[in-house]
């Protein structure tokens, strides 16, 4: 029943971070004002070096595969020029859609004899740029792998294709009083396989853990056409711990094609307890103070004044609009358990200088609690003509700090910032506003965003929590990472991808990219 | 402080790593040597960890803490329980001086493992010397970071066969309110399903063992909590369970593992019938991890735990030369192959322990 209503709260939010930005209509995008640090210079589908190169693989893929599972026309490809991050966006050479693990296999291995990239694809929900195509290579999308397998209850797994929703594996599990505890915000949309590939988080991390916590087996298929079965229905398997390695590598190891997760019992309770501050240093401090006391919330999560205000306005889930922060600290378990927890929690706030404190009184009010805190994106996009969300984490002692900094870049570039806040585990999500439609706007909010990562790092963070490097945030790892760390990822790709072909560009960057992006005029000031 | 760093010896052990390169020395990665018997017998000049200790950051508040490799494992447990808090994977130490580095290399988890997390599942980041000579961090010391490959889980279990861990940096968890251990007379069957049925609920277990007569189920949470599931539960309250979870099962002092026997160790889907091996067998991991005594062939014993959907290790005793580890198919075993060629091209480290081709 609990997961039932988690599940349906969210249903009306919006699950891709900029979601506001105008659909791209036209034949071509928007022309670029100023060069993006970013975005490498688009390829255009016309491009005459591309048509031969397009027609061959076609008439090969054309032996094995039916009509309908090869896309080549130009307005065929365009639902699939980008993902969740759709400021950056390239018309793919062609896009396969197969239906069976055979069909996969060849399609891989067609790929890696041409020397053709393979870009897989999930749902295209990601926020990091991770499934924007490549113009000399194949998309490979998994959305006809959408089968749940099976459902093992006494074992209490699922065994899934990769384009299953994330959702859909707890609506499957709830007949056995079971669920998938991993929760991105996108979880109605995303898929399993994405999930996989970027390691997803959501609001439940603290207690349940990330993607990698939750899957115990999969199917991958290797760049060559292997394919390899890793972990199992057991709590552990021989050799190296592969399946850490593969959550979260991004399609750049190989492609996900069938997945095994935990399920988890749906707790007997849950309840939500809203606090609110005049100062986010108090509100930071009672993070601590709740975990000091030895209560790991389900869920812990900030939001300040601006986003506070943008999700009050836009959802009424009866946030105080005149605070400048609120926490909201879910609490699960068992009846009793968590009447205990709630006490303490309240008394903890109250100790902490919360200026109210506001248990829900059933699971309608907690519901509109998170209601509001799970539109927080699109309630940003109604005030604001784009926004740009951010995934960087730190240690949860340096918040203050940081958001001193953050409202100091923010207004030293002029561009207005929200924050929220997996206040839990540290993993921020600072939202900058923007107009894509004035001039050099949107690149000074890249340079903006890559200096709120910068800062992540610089405290002790790191520049992506949960939605990953992709194309988005391939500069900042330079920041992030030495030179030779970069080369043993590098390694590490090829002991998989001897040839590079999956997910080129994205996730590592070039050390030549690298020394690029230190010699940026801005980036040199910064490091004076 | 000034201690702190003067037991930071990675220059040395680099020192080591880069003139075992140049002469083409096998290294054997020691600590206290505790966890020495795991594994295929170990060969190359010992490499002594030990002097790269302390805890380097501790931030109970954040749930984090990072030692240095060589630091003991009693001595991280002792800082935790001061603030309350303790290692959730409740690591076996197999001898006093057991260290955090062996631990995270050798991957091994206590009785708390399906509830709480294994040794990999803790792990937030580490620094480790590659058979490159060079000196690497990955992850961090936040809960969530997908930034890069994530190169610091892929080193807990891999038995410092692809480098040597300098660092580790851990998440801890607060200990609970309220612990209490139950003891009901059960058959094996009936103990393997009532252990996947109660796993299926919102009890709060976080251990659960079979030792051929008695099922124990170890509760734990806020005190309501308990007193709550144990009603549930029903057996009878075991007075000393420390002495039991510790001393009997994770450290492995149990009548059980005293035998001469070779002992196995079968990773199985929980909720797999009790294996169809002569004699007993104990069952942890709610059903999910089988210890079985016993002279007999290995290819038995690996093909009883293959065809229960899992796999089979050769944890102590027995023939140390031959395959210890369950053998893995060949394209898997192609990818470790590249994987160690990645990380030690030069095969230093710890040759052949993990397996003959590694």
Same mark, same amino acid.
């Given at each position: 029943?609990w997961?039932a209503?988690r ?7 919006s699950w891709v971070?900029?979601?506001s930005q ?5 034949a071509?995008p928007?022309e ?5 640090q ?18 061959n693989l076609?008439r ?6 039916p009509a ?14 980008c993902d969740?991050?759709t400021?950056y966006r390239q ?5 396969v859609l ?7 296999q060849?399609i ?7 020397d053709v990239p393979?870009v ?5 929900t990601?926020l990091?740029g991770?499934?924007l195509p490549?113009p000399e290579?194949v998309?490979l999308n998994l959305a006809?792998?959408?089968r749940i397998l ?7 797994t699922a ?7 994330n959702l859909?594996?707890?609506e499957a599990a709830a007949p056995?009083?079971?669920?998938y505890?991993?929760d ?5 949309a995303c ?10 988080g ?7 853990g990330?993607t990698?916590?939750n899957v115990?087996a ?5 760049a060559d056409g292997?394919?390899?079965e890793?972990?199992?229905q057991?709590?552990d398997?021989?050799?190296y711990d592969l399946?850490?390695?593969?959550v979260g590598?991004e399609?750049?190891l190989?492609?996900?094609?069938e997945?095994?997760v935990?399920l988890l019992?749906v707790p007997e ?5 809203l606090?609110a501050?005049d100062?986010?240093e108090?509100a ?10 030895g ?7 900030m939001?300040?004044?601006p986003?506070?205000?943008?999700a009050?306005?836009f959802?009424?889930?009866?946030y105080?609009t005149?605070a400048?922060?609120?926490?909201l600290?879910?609490v699960d ?9 709630i006490?303490?929690?309240r008394?903890?706030?109250?100790t902490?200088g ?9 699971d309608?009010e907690r519901?509109r609690f ?5 539109s927080?994106?699109?309630a940003?996009?109604r005030?604001?003509?784009d926004?740009?969300?951010?995934d ?10 940081v958001?001193?900094r953050?409202?100091e ?10 924050n929220v806040?997996?206040a ?5 999500h600072p939202l900058i506003c923007y107009?894509?439609n004035?001039?050099?706007?949107l690149?000074k909010t890249?340079e903006?965003?890559g200096?709120?990562l910068?800062?992540?790092v610089?405290?002790g ?6 939605h990953?490097?992709g194309i988005e ?5 330079c920041v992030?990472?030495?030179k030779n760390e970069l080369e043993?990822?590098m390694?590490v790709?090829r002991?998989?991808d001897p040839?590079?072909?999956l997910?080129?560009?994205k996730g590592v960057p ?5 020394s ?5 005029p801005?980036?040199r000031?910064?490091?004076? | 402080m000034i201690e702190?760093?003067?037991?930071d010896i990675t220059k040395?052990l680099?020192t ?8 083409g ?14 594994g ?8 002594i ?5 302390g /805890?380097?950051?501790y931030?109970?508040?954040e749930?984090?803490i990072t030692a240095?490799?060589?630091?003991r494992?009693?001595?991280i447990?002792?800082?935790l329980?001061?603030?309350g808090?303790?290692?959730p994977?409740?690591p ?6 057991a260290?955090?580095?062996g631990t ?10 399906p509830?709480a997390?294994?040794a990999?599942d803790l ?6 010397l590659?058979?490159?000579?060079q000196?690497l961090r990955?992850?961090g ?9 994530d190169l610091?889980r892929?080193?807990?279990g891999?038995y410092?066969?692809l ?8 998440k801890?968890?607060?200990r609970p309110?309220a612990q209490?251990?139950l ?5 094996q069957?009936?103990?393997i399903?009532?252990?996947n049925?109660?796993?299926g609920?919102?009890?709060p277990?976080?251990a659960?063992?079979?030792d051929?007569n008695?099922l ?7 005190e309501?909590?308990v007193?709550?599931a ?8 075991v007075?000393h369970?420390?002495?039991l979870w510790?001393g009997? /099962? ?5 009548d ?10 079968l990773?199985?889907?929980s909720?797999?019938p ?5 004699g007993?067998?104990?069952i942890e991991w ?8 016993g002279e007999?062939q290995?290819q038995?014993?690996r093909?009883?735990?293959?065809e229960a959907?899992g ?6 005793g027995?023939?140390?030369s ?13 990818v470790?192959?590249r994987?160690?060629q990645a990380?030690?091209p ?5 040759p052949?322990?993990?397996?003959a081709e590694?």
């Amino acid at each position: 029943m609990w997961s039932a209503l988690r599940a349906t709260f969210i249903v009306n939010a919006s699950w891709v971070c900029t979601a506001s930005q105008p659909k791209y209509t036209g034949a071509r995008p928007p022309e670029s004002k100023k060069m993006s640090q970013i975005r490498a210079q688009q390829r255009s589908f016309h491009d005459p070096a591309l048509v031969a190169p397009r027609a061959n693989l076609v008439r090969e893929l054309r032996r094995f595969l039916p009509a309908d599972s090869v896309l080549e026309q130009e307005e065929e490809l365009h639902p699939y020029e980008c993902d969740g991050l759709t400021a950056y966006r390239q018309l793919p050479l062609l896009v396969v859609l197969p239906r069976t693990l055979g069909e996969v296999q060849r399609i891989m291995r067609l790929c890696n004899d041409r020397d053709v990239p393979v870009v897989a694809r999930g749902a295209g929900t990601g926020l990091s740029g991770g499934a924007l195509p490549h113009p000399e290579g194949v998309v490979l999308n998994l959305a006809r792998f959408n089968r749940i397998l099976d459902i093992d209850q006494a074992g209490r797994t699922a065994r899934v294709q990769p384009g299953v929703r994330n959702l859909a594996i707890s609506e499957a599990a709830a007949p056995f009083g079971l669920y998938y505890a991993p929760d991105p915000s996108s979880q109605i949309a995303c898929s399993i396989g994405g999930n996989v590939a970027e390691n997803s988080g959501g609001v439940h991390c603290l207690k349940y853990g990330l993607t990698v916590h939750n899957v115990m087996a999969l199917k991958l298929m290797t760049a060559d056409g292997d394919l390899l079965e890793i972990g199992g229905q057991t709590l552990d398997s021989p050799g190296y711990d592969l399946l850490a390695l593969l959550v979260g590598s991004e399609g750049m190891l190989g492609v996900v094609v069938e997945v095994t997760v935990r399920l988890l019992p749906v707790p007997e309770q849950a309840r939500v307890v809203l606090a609110a501050y005049d100062d986010v240093e108090k509100a930071g401090q009672a993070v601590g103070d709740i975990i000091a006391a030895g209560i790991i919330p389900a869920g812990l999560e900030m939001m300040d004044g601006p986003a506070i205000a943008a999700a009050e306005d836009f959802v009424h889930a009866g946030y105080p609009t005149d605070a400048a922060a609120i926490l909201l600290c879910e609490v699960d378990g068992t009846e009793r358990e968590v009447t205990e927890h709630i006490a303490r929690v309240r008394e903890l706030l109250l100790t902490s200088g919360a200026t109210e404190v506001r248990t829900a009184r059933d699971d309608m009010e907690r519901m509109r609690f998170w209601q509001g805190r799970k539109s927080a994106f699109p309630a940003l996009g109604r005030i604001s003509p784009d926004y740009y969300c951010m995934d960087g984490t730190i240690p949860r002692r340096r918040l203050p700090q940081v958001l001193r900094r953050i409202s100091e870049l923010s207004e030293e570039y002029g561009l207005p910032v929200a924050n929220v806040f997996h206040a839990g585990d540290g993993n921020m999500h600072p939202l900058i506003c923007y107009d894509a439609n004035k001039p050099g706007e949107l690149e000074k909010t890249e340079e903006l965003g890559g200096k709120i990562l910068e800062l992540c790092v610089e405290v002790g963070g790191t520049i992506t929590g949960e939605h990953g490097v992709g194309i988005e945030k391939i500069p900042q790892m330079c920041v992030q990472f030495g030179k030779n760390e970069l080369e043993q990822f590098m390694r590490v790709k090829r002991a998989f991808d001897p040839k590079e072909l999956l997910n080129p560009g994205k996730g590592v960057p070039t050390p030549r990219r690298c020394s690029e992006y230190r010699q940026l005029p801005s980036h040199r000031h910064d490091r004076q | 402080m000034i201690e702190l760093m003067e037991n930071d010896i990675t220059k040395e052990l680099q020192t080591r790593v880069l003139a075992a390169i140049q002469s083409g020395t096998r290294l054997e990665i020691r600590g206290s040597g505790s966890k020495r018997f795991l594994g295929r017998t170990l060969c190359g000049e010992p490499l002594i960890v030990t002097h790269h200790a302390g /805890i380097v950051n501790y931030q109970p508040k954040e749930l984090v803490i990072t030692a240095r490799c060589g630091t003991r494992l009693s001595t991280i447990e002792t800082a935790l329980a001061e603030q309350g808090q303790m290692l959730p994977f409740e690591p076996p130490h197999f001898g006093p001086g057991a260290t955090i580095g062996g631990t995270i290399a050798c991957g091994l988890s206590g009785p708390a493992r399906p509830y709480a997390g294994s040794a990999r599942d803790l792990v937030l980041g580490t620094r480790v010397l590659t058979g490159l000579g060079q000196v690497l961090r990955f992850g961090g010391e936040v809960m969530k970071n997908v930034a890069g490959y994530d190169l610091s889980r892929l080193m807990a279990g891999a038995y410092g066969t692809l480098g040597l861990l300098l660092d580790v940096s851990l998440k801890v968890m607060p200990r609970p309110a309220a612990q209490r251990t139950l003891a009901q007379e059960q058959s094996q069957p009936e103990a393997i399903r009532l252990m996947n049925a109660w796993a299926g609920t919102a009890l709060p277990i976080t251990a659960t063992c079979h030792d051929g007569n008695r099922l124990f189920v170890r509760l734990a949470g806020a005190e309501t909590a308990v007193d709550q599931a144990a009603q549930s539960i029903g057996g009878e309250t075991v007075r000393h369970q420390e002495a039991l979870w510790r001393g009997q /099962i994770r450290e492995q002092g149990h009548d059980f593992f005293a035998a001469g026997a070779p002992l196995w160790r079968l990773s199985i889907p929980s909720a797999a019938p009790p294996l169809d091996l002569p004699g007993i067998q104990l069952i942890e991991w709610g059903g999910a991890l089988r210890w079985y005594r016993g002279e007999l062939q290995s290819q038995t014993i690996r093909k009883a735990a293959s065809e229960a959907g899992g796999h089979a290790t050769l944890f102590r005793g027995g023939d140390r030369s031959a395959e210890i580890f369950h053998p893995l198919a060949p394209p898997l075993m192609a990818v470790h192959r590249r994987l160690k060629q990645a990380f030690d091209p030069n095969g230093l480290f710890n040759p052949g322990r993990l397996f003959a081709e590694l």
